[in-house]
């Protein structure tokens, strides 16, 4: 609640795009309070935030909490934020009960979980983790043509430090649901074994500009006509593979104006589903329905993936560890696999990782009504504090 006023908007949500100004307060903010307790904060060359308070052991790397403070442009108050407050409750919590853990703890902020306003998604933890380098990231563009890289000299976070150096041992991710599981069957927590697989593309049709009142219905190239047709088609794509998903988020109808037959559309697609294989498929008959629509309504198209996040499994041992610390705390678990992107989908990569969930309302998230009660949000930073502590206590 108190960091909502960093982007809040009128509807109880947050508009905290990646490295706007809100997202430089909210980081000020974080750094102090890290600072407060007594944590060294460190920022990496890609605006990754790490904070670390020491442990008992100096040969022992930190473990590590960890999500984003950015969010979507309609955003709710938790989809990320709340693994980094929880995080920071959690090590208050050290801090006030003067409790020596044996590894260093450290807190993550990641730069950019959203890609809403640069896509890709995780895009620096995937920069941490090896997947894009620091140059990519830095050219990463806004729908306006403004960079990434220009974005985080101007708010002071591009660090000294290079991406991927700070190293911890492993990670725990706290988050909501963002879907309906939990709610519908009375459970507090997510014992989340893994994320499913993600692709995303760009595609622009071009047709011609032309009088609305003048150009015949059969003389027309109509390009917003024809992308109407693909969004039904990609559509059709996501029901025909259930459990699988497939969305148009954003799209851009030129030159919009009302009497004039639209010449240029561009939009994006994102395609998801737990087995590769399946998104294979998913993926070729995107591709098919589009040459099809474009040729029927004489417009052309380019096409181009520009990303591919692969299908995830999560640490068994740190997986028992979330399963230990919900059941120390009494509240009842259920195994589950993410629909989301998350930040832990690169870092598993690098490190054994494993993520925490709790429910929200109707399962509801990118959306500015997203809510979660203090309780579950409560009930999340205490498995979150014992599953680190249940780690921290096997490396005794
Ligand atoms: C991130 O929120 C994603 O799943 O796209
Ligand atoms: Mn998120
Ligand atoms: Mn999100």
Redesign the pocket.
């Known amino acids: 609640m108190e960091t909502s006023r960093f982007g809040g908007t009128p509807k109880g949500g947050i508009k905290r795009l990646t490295l706007s100004d809100e997202d430089k307060r909210v980081r000020d903010w974080f750094k102090e309070q890290c600072a407060k307790l007594g944590c060294t904060v460190q920022v990496d060359e890609v605006g990754n935030m790490f904070a670390t308070r020491p442990g008992k052991r100096k040969d022992l790397m930190p473990i590590a909490m960890g999500s984003h403070l950015d969010t979507?442009p309609t955003g709710g108050k938790f989809?990320?934020v709340l693994g980094v407050l929880g995080g920071l409750e959690a090590m208050r919590t050290l801090v006030d009960m003067g409790y020596e853990t044996n590894a260093p703890i450290m807190l993550v902020n990641w730069t950019n979980?959203?890609g809403s306003r640069f896509a890709p998604a995780m895009l620096c933890s995937g920069v941490y983790a090896g997947v894009f380098t620091t140059d990519f990231a830095y050219s990463r563009e806004d729908r306006l043509g403004i960079t990434l890289g220009d974005e985080l000299q101007r708010i002071g976070y591009k660090g000294d430090i290079k991406a991927g150096e700070v190293k911890f041992q492993a990670m725990f991710e706290l988050h909501i649901e963002q879907g309906p599981i939990l709610e519908a069957e009375n459970k507090t927590i997510g014992v989340v074994t893994g994320v499913q697989g993600m692709r995303w593309y760009e595609v622009t049709v071009t047709g011609q500009e032309s009088h609305t009142g003048a150009t015949p219905m059969g003389l027309r190239k109509n390009a917003l006509l024809a992308a109407a047709r693909m969004i039904d088609a990609i559509h059709e794509v996501g029901m025909c593979n259930l459990p699988g998903v497939a969305s148009v988020g954003l799209i851009e109808n030129r030159p919009n104006s009302r009497n004039v037959v639209p010449g240029e559309v561009f939009f994006t697609v994102d395609l998801r589903h737990p087995d590769e294989a399946v998104l294979d498929k998913m993926e070729s008959q995107y591709r098919a329905a589009l040459p099809r629509i474009a040729s029927d309504l004489s417009v052309r198209f380019e096409e181009k993936r520009i990303w591919i996040s692969p299908a995830v499994k999560f640490a068994p041992e740190l997986i028992s560890c979330v399963r230990v610390g919900a059941e120390q705390a009494g509240y009842p678990a259920r195994d589950m696999a993410s629909g989301?992107g998350h930040d832990a989908a690169y870092i598993a990569r690098v490190a054994p990782t494993t993520m925490i969930f709790v429910p929200c309302l109707g399962g509801i998230s990118?959306n500015e009504s997203e809510s979660t009660t203090l309780e579950e949000c409560g009930a999340g930073t205490q498995v979150l504090l014992n599953a680190v502590l249940a780690h921290d206590r096997s490396l005794a």
Do not use: S
């Open positions: 979507q989809d990320g979980e959203e989301a990118h």
